[in-house]
């Protein structure tokens, strides 16, 4: 079994940061590509940032610039640092994970809220 638990969320003002973490729990299994995707009230689920396991990065365009993913193999984790936050960053945030535990399959984490004050 493979969970994802996300840490990290909150309320901030415009122009701040916040940082979220995701670690995958269990054993027996690898990871290729990780993830952070957002959902905010009434849109969908739209793709922030990812990660292969070798480290090459892909952003959305709204984001270049101010966020930056991470990832620590040892520990099965990915990160989301977030600079220069605004209003419209504001949604729930999911780690994703392409794990390999058999054969291949997509893993979510709870989500974790971002909230930003204007």
């Given at each position: 079994?493979v969970?994802?638990v996300?840490?990290?969320?909150g309320?901030?003002q415009?122009?701040?940061?916040l940082?979220?973490?995701?670690?995958?729990?269990?054993s027996g299994?690898?990871i290729?590509?990780m993830?952070w995707?957002?959902?905010?009230p009434?849109?969908?689920r739209?793709?922030?940032?990812?990660?292969?396991?070798?480290?090459?990065?892909?952003?959305?365009d709204?984001?270049?610039?101010r966020?930056?993913?991470?990832?620590?193999?040892?520990?099965?984790?990915v990160?989301?640092?977030?600079?220069?936050?605004?209003?419209e960053?504001?949604a729930?945030?999911y780690?994703?994970?392409q794990?390999?535990f058999?054969v291949l399959?997509?893993?979510w984490?709870q989500?974790?809220q971002v909230?930003?004050?204007?």
């Open positions: 079994q969970q994802l996300e840490s990290g969320g309320l901030v415009a122009g701040g940061s940082r979220l973490s995701c670690a995958a729990s269990g299994f690898s290729n590509a993830g995707y957002r959902q905010a009434g849109k969908q739209e793709l922030v940032a990812t990660i292969t396991s070798g480290g090459s990065t892909r952003y959305t709204s984001v270049k610039g966020f930056t993913i991470s990832r620590d193999n040892a520990k099965n984790a990160y989301l640092q977030m600079n220069s936050l605004k209003p960053d504001a729930v945030y780690c994703n994970a794990v390999v058999g399959r997509d893993y984490g989500g974790t909230t930003v004050s204007s």
